[in-house]
């Protein structure tokens, strides 16, 4: 696996903050107000009621309509939350490091049930907004190239975990600083670093 550069970073960074409407902070501020919001495998409407329009700013639904998408969750309630007790409860204070796609895949391939389509985009996003230290998301637009999550999941893991461990306290280094600079907060405990930094590495490798 290809370790990150340091350039393809820098080059993700700057594509992050001038060529997106996307939060300068990096997302730090939401992934604060996710955690606050985790249901903990309780999936009931009230919570969906808050997390559908999220999915929907992050054009996670496309083709399906929002109706379309909260019909699959009703059907599949039941297995999301054993799911969620199975594979994310056990694992949901590690990271991306701590733990292999085995451990984790039968949440998101029963979330993939709700918007059943062969992108990855909605499960990375749904998964990444309830575990985002597990889960990365994936974006067709800033990173592409991956058919299913699972290979995206191990190209994420296995980026940062070529990566020398200097070059990664460097980066986190780097992160923190541009996170606390850009946004009114200072960088939240949960913080998804490993995944944001490899996500913007492979953002710079596609845009370089």
Known sequence: MKPIDRHEFSVGVQWWLTKTGWPRDFHNAD??????Q????????????????RLSAWRALRPFSRAEVTALLAANR????????QACGPVKDKDITGVTWDQVRAFPEVVARLKPTTSP??????????????????????VGGSSTYE????LIKGTWE?????LQASLIAELTQRVESNGPEPLYAGFP??????ELALIGRKHA
């Open 78 to 85: 039941d297995d999301l939350t054993r799911a969620w007790q």
């Open 162 to 166: 070529a990566t020398s461990a200097d």
């Open 31 to 36: 992934y604060e107000v996710l955690a606050t």
């Open 121 to 142: 985009v909605f499960p990375s996003k749904f998964c990444h907004f309830l575990l985002p230290r597990v889960f990365p998301v994936f974006d067709n637009l800033a």
């Open 38 to 53: 985790n249901p903990d495998g309780a999936f009931q409407d009230g919570w969906w009621a808050g997390f559908l329009p």
């Open 193 to 198: 670093m490993a995944t944001k930094i490899a």
């Open 151 to 154: 290979r995206y999941f191990n």
